[in-house]
């Protein structure tokens, strides 16, 4: 596949070009005119970051003395909200050359001098441009390959519920409970997608685990049990190869790990834990405790409440076991709703 072909797809490219000059801005905008870019020229650093924040910018080209703020601050800024943007800094002389690990910290992909002509800045400019048109391939590619990964770790959702007759319906249930305290918690929406999506996912690195083993009606032996104790990781190791599900690895990786610090699979404990993983805890025992197993029938909602209440601040962070007890006291029909919804 080739890649990189600049302008062969009518492309367009946002540049924006800062400098506290005005000749500056001017002269560069008539020296990089190009039909497929859409060059914006600024001289006031401030009012350039809000544009930046407010609109995307392909490339941008900026000056590194300058008033109220230097270009290195401007960069600063603009990275803790765009890590994508190609960004080619100017300096006035080569004494005044900004330092490498300047350059590397702040991801700057290239500087240059002034001069009369800008020879080197456009041949930087157009270089850029290049990076840029790879970038937008490998992001096409990426997410059809994403698509396809996403609906690859259903299937094995999917199968995991399959090799355990006794948990089917279990994630979709663990999904729905953390989204009902996420909701209650005043989460945004952002936050309680993740969540509902951490939920469907937390225990696909079952899929690791042998069926003897998830199956088996009698006690546990150490080395099963430990063989148990390792889905967490094989889960977020699976989704982690994914960018779509990095939010979700922790919910994954930690929904084991215990307040008091007894946990699995790293000993997390308190507020190290993350904290949808924290919620996901909660959902998850509840889950257990209300399921039929082999070996016993589903616990009665008043053995649950109180083992819950016995686990705060041991098993569970307190104020996110409050707030399902609160659930279950007053909004237990949403419960028997998502109970009913997903038999297993």
Do not use: W
Request: hydrophobic share 35%; charged share 30%; net charge negative.
């Amino acid at each position: 596949m080739r890649i990189g072909n600049q302008g062969s797809n009518n492309e367009r490219y946002k540049i924006m070009t800062l400098d506290d000059e005005r000749g500056i801005v001017d002269a560069l905008k008539v020296i990089l005119a190009k039909p497929q870019y859409d060059i914006v020229g600024e001289t006031d650093p401030l009012k350039a970051l809000e544009i930046l924040k407010k609109d995307h910018f392909d490339l941008l080209v900026v000056d590194f003395m300058m008033m109220p703020l230097h270009g290195d601050q401007v960069v600063e800024e603009v990275r803790k909200f765009d890590r994508t943007i190609h960004i080619i800094l100017l300096t006035g002389h080569k004494d005044l050359a900004p330092p490498l690990e300047m350059i590397q910290r702040l991801e700057i992909q290239g500087y240059c001098e002034k001069s009369e002509k800008f020879e080197q800045l456009v041949l930087m400019v157009e270089s850029g441009i290049k990076a840029v048109d790879q970038m937008r391939e490998i992001s096409k590619m990426n997410k059809k390959l994403e698509s396809s990964y996403v609906e690859t770790i259903e299937l094995i959702r999917q199968a995991v519920e399959a090799k355990d007759p006794y948990t089917r319906g279990h994630s979709d249930r663990v999904s729905e409970y953390s989204v009902l305290i996420a909701k209650k918690l005043g989460l945004s929406e952002q936050d309680i997608d993740t969540i509902r999506i951490g939920g469907l996912f937390h225990d696909i690195g079952k899929i690791g685990v042998p069926d003897v083993i998830l199956r088996k009606t009698e006690r546990l032996t150490n080395e099963e049990y430990d063989e148990i104790k390792k889905h967490p990781s094989t889960g977020a190791s699976i989704l982690a190869q994914a960018s779509i599900f990095q939010d979700i690895v922790p919910i994954v990786k930690h929904h084991h790990e215990r307040f008091d610090g007894n946990g699995y699979p790293e000993k997390l404990g308190g507020e190290n834990i993350p904290y949808f993983a924290r919620i996901a805890a909660v959902a998850d025992t509840f889950d257990a405790m209300t399921s039929r197993r082999t070996y016993r029938d589903a616990l009665s909602l008043d053995i649950v409440k109180e083992e819950i209440k016995k686990c705060k601040g041991s098993q569970f962070d307190p104020q996110i076991a409050d707030v399902f007890l609160d659930i279950l006291e007053n909004d237990y029909e949403k419960i028997q709703e998502i109970k009913e919804k997903y038999v297993g």
